[in-house]
Every structure is written in structure tokens, then in C-alpha cells.
């Protein structure tokens, strides 16, 4: 999902060259599982890595995708999608298959045209090892969806500051329970808690005494618990695939102090305060049909409340944005609404970014 680009803001522009050396350098390594999905790069990721596993990597690795359940309209349409994702990928099976993004309207979709069935078909057809679903919605519903059928494996967003959002800690806590292996996404906040991180949580990471960059802050905290199965890292340069790895390399499992533990309560603490819309640039909303760089503004509109940076801020917003592209030109049509994994109300927080940064 997050493959280097050649030219920015277009994920259809996947930087191939740069992409298949990452892919390879990492399976070379000992990484050996690929998550893909069918909307990634907007439908160009699985293609690319189809091609990118020739030469006998495919082999290597558990092969992983998932099935677009927004798009089911009809009992047919699981297998045409499935067979579809074959070719592109590839492959004669995948090793892990999930429900794509579950929440309470696709979920009605999954029992309306039997997609639990369709599951069974393929597992037993040998198409598929093991099955799973991504989840983005809250415990109740998580609770209901582990204990509707026997799955291997499901994924959920978790990161030290989101401990508590959608399934969250007791989730994690829940499917372990249940038996299945847990995988996490989102677990750097979509990069932002790795990247331009303000001064007040360098501060206070330094306090651990450890020599440590604020990425391996956040996966240690995760590498940390038992009931974490695999960390899907999303990466986008070479230098984060060597820097994930070595880092993955050493022993994580059970090593936090207490003191550690209380100056992630601390980091925390300092990121909620301070952030304006839970956005993590996954860009499932897009496109939108007036050409509004939504998860762009909402970067610009936590940045001004993170890092003090109103000015530089409402600068981008006039120079980056052409004003037919602006926040004021929502016509709250919510299509964006329907696709955000963060659940986010984006129409209303459009409006309030808007309110904010195009003032001068
Ligand atoms: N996001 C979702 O809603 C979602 C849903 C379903 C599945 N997934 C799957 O889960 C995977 C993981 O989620 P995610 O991509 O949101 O993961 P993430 O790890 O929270 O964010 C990935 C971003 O973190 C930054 N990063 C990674 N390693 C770094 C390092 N060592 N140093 C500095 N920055 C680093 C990069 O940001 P820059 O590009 O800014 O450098 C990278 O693009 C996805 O790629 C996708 O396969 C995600």
C-alpha cells in the first residue's frame, strides 16, 4: 500500500524499479509475508507484485490479499473478484485471504450473498490456506465477527496512541484468546509517528535512556506483546525496509519496563492532545469527485496544531491547492465517509479545515 512513487500524490505511479529492489532486498532478508489488497495503488498494487515475484520469489513468501467486500453485490461476485486477484498475482492459490475492511454495513454484505461459504469453498478447493479479515469498526462488532466463523488469522489498527480505538487492546486480547493470530496495521500511525516528530515526544522517548528512533518507539511497543502475531510495516524507501529489519531482528517479546511503559502513557497523552483529525494518510478515500486532496489538507490541519505551524500551515493551503480544489468545495456527498478505515467525519472536518487554514 505504500510503495515510493514517481510522481507524488499519483499512487497509480508506482516507482517499479525502486519497489522491486525494496521487495527484494526484504525477501532476501527473511521477510516473508506480502500484504496486498484489491484497491491498493488503486488497483494497481497486485499487478505490480505479481510481476515483481517472478524469478521465484513467490515461493518465498506468504502470499496475502483481500476481497473488496464494498464491491459485492451479488453471490457471483466473491469468486469473480477472487479469480480476478489470481491473475493479477499471479498464482494458483493465496496463503492468506481476509474480508477486506469489516464493519457493521459490509458485514450485512458478507451474510446477505454467504461470503463465509464462498470462503469455505475455496479453503477446501486448496485456493486458499488460511483465511482472515481486516477490521475497522468497534469491539462489539469485532466480538461478533471472531466468533462467526473459524478463522485463522484477522487485522486490526493498533499503535501505543490508538490503544483503545475500534478493536483496539481488547481486541487483541480477545482473538488471542479465541486462537487466532493477530496482525496489526497502522502500527506508526501511517508514518506519523516516525516522521517530523515534534520536539516534546523526542524529549520524552530520550527518557527511556535507550538510543532508539521514534519508528522503533512505536513497533517495539507492539513487538512487545505476546499476542501480536506479525507487525505489517508499510514502507516506502529502501532505507526503512533495512532500518524495519534490523530492527525486527532483535528480541522484543516481554522486554518493557514499567518506566518504559509509563513514558508511552506520557507520548501518548501529548499525541491526543494535540491531534486535530485521526488521519493516517491511507488514502482509501480517494479519489474524490471534486478533486479534493483530502487526507493533504487534513495533514496540513494537524500539522498546525502539532507543530505550532499555523503560518507555514495556511501557506501550503494557498500555494498547494488550487482554490477549485479547496476544502470549501465539499458538497458532502460522504462517499469519502463510507470508505474511511478511521471512521472519520470528513465532510464536517473539511469544513473546520477549511475555516481554519484559508484564513490570512
Ligand atoms: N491503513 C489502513 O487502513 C490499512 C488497512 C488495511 C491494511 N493495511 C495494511 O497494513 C500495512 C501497514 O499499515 P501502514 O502502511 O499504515 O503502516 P505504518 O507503519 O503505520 O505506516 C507506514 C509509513 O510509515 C513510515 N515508515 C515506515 N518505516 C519507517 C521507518 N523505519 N522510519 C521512518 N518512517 C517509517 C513511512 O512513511 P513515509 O512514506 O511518510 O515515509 C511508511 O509509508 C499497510 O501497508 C497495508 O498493507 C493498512
Redesign the pocket.
Known sequence: ??FPLTRENDPTKIDEPKAIKMLHYAIDSGINLL?N?WPYHRETSEKFVGKALKGGYRKKVYLSTKLPVWLIKSREDPRKYFNTQLKRLQTDTFDLYLLHALRKTSWKTVKEFDVLAFLDEVKAAGKIRFAGF?FHDELPLFKEVVDAYKWAFC?I?LNYVDDDFQAGIKGLEYAHKKGLAVMI???????KL??KVPDGVVNLISQTGRVQ?P?EFALRWLYNRAEVSCV??????LE?VK??IRFASKEHMGTLTPEESAIYEKVKKFYRTRTAVNC?Q?G?CMPCAQGIPISFIFELFNDAHMYDALENSRWMYSVFIKSGNRADKCIACRECEEKC?QKILIAETLEKAHALLAES
Open positions: 500500500m505504500r500484504d489488497a481486516s487485522l489498527h496495521m497502522e502500527p506508526l500511525r501511517g508514518g516516525a516522521n528512533t519508528a505489517l510495516s508499510g514502507m516506502s524507501t526503512q532500518a524495519n493516517t491511507c482509501y478505515p
